[in-house]
């Protein structure tokens, strides 16, 4: 499998927005997740996506602020961070697996246990 490939982090005032981007090479064989660490925590479930923005998993004191989307056709995850907070601040990972017999007709899970490619992460940082 390739490895995913993380964009788009940077340094964001309170209350700004960023868009982050992975690419991976044939997208559509993968169920994708986005995962966080910040310094001296492990590292998090933000939002998962099976193969369609109906079929998504959120933490929950982020699906008000943050939404996923992939777009197959151009091998690219989406997340869209709005309203951002100083606790938002960490390392941002993509991760891909592998559908599993699991994922026949059950709710999509988001531990990060149960992906396999891993990006190198981009940094989100928000000052307040």
């Known amino acids: 499998a390739q490895q995913p490939v993380e964009s788009g982090g940077g340094l964001v005032q309170a209350g700004g927005s960023l868009t982050l981007a992975c690419t991976i090479s044939?997208?559509?064989?993968?169920?994708m997740g986005w995962f966080r660490q910040a310094p001296g925590k492990e590292r998090e479930a933000v939002s998962c996506?099976?193969?369609?923005?109906?079929?998504?998993y959120y933490a929950d004191s982020l699906q008000d602020r943050f939404n996923v989307s992939r777009d197959d056709a151009k091998n690219t995850l989406y997340l869209q961070m709005n309203d951002l907070k100083p606790e938002d601040t960490a390392m941002y990972y993509c991760?891909?697996?592998?559908?599993?017999?699991?994922?026949?007709?059950?709710?999509?899970?988001?531990?990060?246990?149960?992906?396999?490619?891993w990006g190198q992460g981009t940094q989100v940082s928000v000052s307040s």
């Open positions: 991760a891909a697996r592998y559908a599993s017999e699991y994922d026949r007709g059950n709710p999509l899970l988001c531990e990060r246990e149960r992906y396999d490619f």
């Open positions: 044939d997208l559509q064989d993968y169920i």
């Open positions: 996506i099976r193969w369609s923005e109906t079929d998504t």
